[in-house]
T-cell receptor, first 117, second 113 residues
């Protein structure tokens, strides 16, 4: 079946504008994660969903960042009033389940490269 | 405060030889460790993992070793192949609650033919 897909693949936006990034997880995966990778850095956790609820939002950098998931499937990460430091690759991952005794493998999408000018 | 550290940004080895990638962690709550491999313009792909109750896990050419007392793990690739050239990320997670992964900064492995 299809893997995790993300859109757009690239997004260039002006400082101060809002952006929406979309993630389509693997069908049947109940857990969905957002990470970002800034230049020269490792992947930084942002938020994860189990179904439509988000048990852990601890990685969201500020209140300009929000995410939602509807129907236990597609998720949207929204960044309001973008700043230059928001420039990064935003990666989405999904797994069968979260919160189990042993973590299930997370499958990553190709990412959205966001550039704020 | 980096909880997962990959101190060497790059490694170059000859085809057929062993590649050893190292990773250190500081959080003693971590009990599950993973290695991901990433090619340019693609998302990371899972390679191999190890639970803290083990000290070694092997899968084909890939072996991960865990030294809990030293808070250190390593990935061995034997024999290395040119197709192994990629960025490798070490990641860790803690049970009971969030399943978020904490990643190192990555190491670029180049295997020369």
């Amino acid at each position: 079946g299809a893997g995790v897909s993300q859109s757009p693949s690239n997004k260039v936006t002006e400082k101060g504008k809002d952006v929406e990034l979309r993630c389509d997880p693997i069908s049947g995966h109940t857990a969905l994660y957002w990470y970002r990778q800034s230049l020269g850095q490792g992947l930084e956790f942002l938020i994860y969903f189990q179904g439509n609820s988000a048990p852990d939002k601890s990685g969201l950098p500020s209140d300009r960042f929000s995410a939602e998931r509807t129907g236990g499937s597609v998720s949207t990460l929204t960044i309001q009033r973008t700043q230059q430091e928001d420039s990064a690759v935003y990666l989405c991952a999904s797994s069968l389940l979260a919160g189990a005794a042993i973590p299930y493998e997370q499958y990553f999408g190709p990412g959205t490269r966001l550039t704020v000018t | 405060d980096q909880q997962v550290k990959q101190n060497s940004p790059s490694l170059s080895v000859q085809e057929g030889r062993i590649s050893i990638l190292n990773c250190d962690y500081t959080n003693s709550m971590f009990d599950y460790f993973l290695w991901y491999k990433k090619y340019p313009a693609e998302g990371p792909t899972f390679l191999i993992s190890i639970s803290s109750i083990k000290d070694k896990n092997e899968d084909g050419r890939f072996t991960v070793f865990l030294n809990k007392s030293a808070k250190h793990l390593s990935l061995h690739i034997v024999p290395s192949q040119p197709g192994d050239s990629a960025v490798y990320f070490c990641a860790a997670s803690a049970r009971g609650g969030s399943e978020k992964l904490v990643f190192g900064k990555g190491m670029k492995l180049t295997v020369n033919p």
